[in-house]
């Protein structure tokens, strides 16, 4: 029996939320195979709040303790209140049953979603479970036992072992038996029984850097990031791909998954489903301040942009900003891949025979119309029909309740300020189900009333929204917390 859906990504995919890999069972792909009746349809579970840094189970902790304030003396506890929490995770995944060296719970092998934070496009193929162990292995650790305010080592490379190796199978010599990639995994499934679907979705992270740093450091534009190892790469710290270097890393992935689908000896009707890359200056993380500007054919920005708790002042004061100059470059060159991704796919629907193998799934325009600073406060999105009278209403803007806990503004977006909530999550996989319907997947229909009924209810932020949201942006002690949180999401 062949596979139905297999799906490959970074964050998103993985229903990375509130700065943890934490929720791939709210994700857009674990949507879609419920929707496909998959009930063999494999992935993570992420126990302990996740990795690196679940900001929602800090919050929450603040809110029970504190109630909607934190008050005069009560101050001095706050930070070890918020250590406790990150203890929690910590614990678990550096010396826990989550650590590096246990197989994951229950005897699996493998995963139906091999999707996996911080991932970019070469990473697809370039980061296996060897490269994930060294990493771990020659990780730093920071100074002394129980940091304070510090998460897992290696955050990211723990998250890529127990995703591309769960077993953790070893050979005689210790090399690992199933040293997969996720594109190896893709081939190893074709090879076995088949794939009839993929969702594949990379490219954000290798623009994602720039909102979460506030700086550009761009590749060279000579295709020679190709050429680097993973770790040569890394080291490098680039988060901005010039077009030139996105064109042939992507290209090369296409390459790879088109060599793998093709040669299938069982299965011959596959297709391949493709996320393109949004506009990452979109996500409410950066925050607009200042004057503003419109921008024909691309909307209002603003003059600064800096990390959502903070104002013009604090931008301007500590250089911790991007400029107009600045964004507009960002998604000029976003712009740029997606035009790259359409011709690519277009070329390789060529190679196909002329039969569609390839789809764009344009969640770049989707987010886009969403958007409400870039669209004056009128997006332009259709919206689901239940999104019409839902109340409270939701939007694009920073998560935001007030201290009797009724959600005023956001929604769509995490704590984090740049993954989708579980609404946001559906919004997503309505996109998807839009053009695998049109490519003949008739079971994919759009969601019931009763459907978003449970997706609203499984979203947490807004089933049960945090009445300790004002405090982050009354008190810097807590909206400092929340940019070192942000800045994990690099780790």
């Known amino acids: 029996m062949s596979i139905k859906l297999f799906t490959i990504g970074d964050s998103v995919a993985q229903g990375f939320m509130s700065g943890a890999a934490a929720r791939t069972d709210l994700s857009f792909s674990t949507l879609l195979a419920r929707k496909l009746n998959l009930t063999d349809y494999l992935y993570p579970v992420w126990e302990a709040g996740g990795l690196p840094l679940n900001m ?6 603040l809110n029970k303790r504190y109630g909607p304030n934190i008050s005069g003396l009560e101050w001095l506890t706050f930070l070890p209140t918020v250590n406790r929490v990150i203890d929690t995770s910590e614990e678990y995944y550096e010396r826990g049953p989550g650590r590096a060296n246990l197989p994951y719970p229950g005897k699996v092998n493998y995963f139906h979603n091999v999707a996996v934070r911080g991932f970019d496009v070469t990473d697809s193929w370039k980061v296996t479970p060897e490269i994930a162990w060294d990493n771990i292995q020659n990780a730093v650790p920071q100074p002394g036992n129980d940091k304070f305010l510090a ?14 190796s769960p077993a ?10 199933q040293n997969f990639s996720q594109l190896e995994w893709l081939k190893y499934h074709c090879q076995k029984e088949g794939v009839e679907n993929v969702c594949l979705w990379l490219g954000g992270n290798n623009a994602l850097g720039t909102i979460v740093d506030l700086q550009i450091r761009q590749t060279p534009g000579d295709k020679s990031p190709l050429t680097k190892t993973h770790n040569e790469k890394v080291a490098n710290r680039w988060n901005l791909w010039h077009p030139t270097d996105f064109a ?25 489903f493709l996320g393109n890359v949004p506009l990452v200056t979109i996500a409410p993380l950066a925050k607009g301040v200042g004057p503003t500007t ?19 002042d604090f931008a301007v004061k500590t250089g911790r900003h991007l400029n107009l100059q600045q964004v507009l470059h960002i998604d000029d060159c976003i712009r740029e891949y997606n035009i790259i991704i359409n011709r690519l796919v277009t070329r390789f629907n060529e190679l196909a025979g002329g039969k569609q193998r390839y789809f764009v799934v344009d969640i770049a325009t989707a987010l886009e119309n969403m958007a409400w600073k870039r669209n004056n406060a009128q997006p332009t999105y259709d919206f689901p029909q239940y999104f019409r009278f839902v109340y409270p209403k939701v939007d694009t803007k920073y998560y935001h309740a007030d201290k009797e806990g009724h959600l005023k503004q956001g929604g769509i977006f995490s704590l984090d300020g740049v993954h989708p909530s579980a609404i946001g999550q559906g919004l997503v996989a309505t996109e998807f189900i839009k053009v695998m319907r049109s490519a003949g997947l008739n079971q994919l229909t759009p969601f019931t009333d009763q459907e978003w009924t449970q997706i609203f209810k499984s979203d947490s932020l807004y089933s049960r929204p945090i009445s300790l949201m004002g405090e982050i942006y009354d008190h810097t002690d807590l909206a400092e917390f929340l940019v070192k949180a942000i800045r994990f999401l690099n780790r």
């Open 294 to 312: 419109h921008i024909p054919g691309k909307g209002t920005y603003y003059k600064y942009y800096t990390y959502v708790p903070f104002d013009e």
């Open 56 to 61: 929602e189970d800090v919050l929450r902790s």
């Open 248 to 272: 042939v890393e992507y290209e090369e992935m296409l390459q790879r998954v088109h060599t793998i689908m093709s040669n299938q000896p069982e299965q011959t009707d596959w297709k391949v």
């Open 168 to 177: 953790l199978t070893r050979t005689a010599t210790g090399a690992f038996k």
């Open 151 to 164: 998460v897992a080592d290696a955050s990211l490379y723990r998250t890529a072992l127990k995703v591309l």
